[in-house]
């Protein structure tokens, strides 16, 4: 599977009631299938969470007056997330969580690579996810849905299954 979600707080229930269970699911599976090897994430992110309609203008601002805005949202739901680094499991919980005091959301899906450390003493990614809401379940208290992706390594192209060589166009020599 190219992603798992571990829902905390009943966000599972939440996603249901307000019949976003199925849009979810294929949001996160075109997301998967679109960023799948890519390097520059960001606006081919941008791109498909707004073809499937999560990108309504105006709505994504966490603040008034602030810049800061979440990935997508839709129904009271916010995506937010990262593809870089696991680590921004923190940063992102902290920014579903002053959406949702303020009242502008109901429950977040916080997108992160599954990515970590093969050196890692820590367990999987899930495990260290599960541990990690624990720990501040006394601060975090919105109902959030963590989606683990395994996106894979860039996948750079040389060219020769464009039937390319390394050496480049053929040019006639002069006569």
Known sequence: MPFEIVHFRDSDKIIRKKKLDRDVKVTLN????????????????RQALDEMGWRENGSLNILDGRRYQYKGFKKGVALD????????????????EIGFRKGKIDCGILMLTAARSEKSSLGTSRDLAIAEVEY????????VSIALFNLGPPVISDG????????????????
């Open 30 to 45: 075109y997301l998967s299938d679109v960023l799948q090897g890519t390097i520059q994430r960001g606006e081919l992110l």
């Open 81 to 96: 997330g990262s593809f870089a680094a696991y680590e921004y499991i923190l940063e992102g919980l902290f920014r579903l």
């Open 160 to 175: 020769e299954e464009e039937g390319g060589d390394e050496s480049g166009p053929s040019v006639p020599e002069n006569e």
């Open 136 to 143: 501040l379940s006394d601060i975090i208290t919105i109902p």
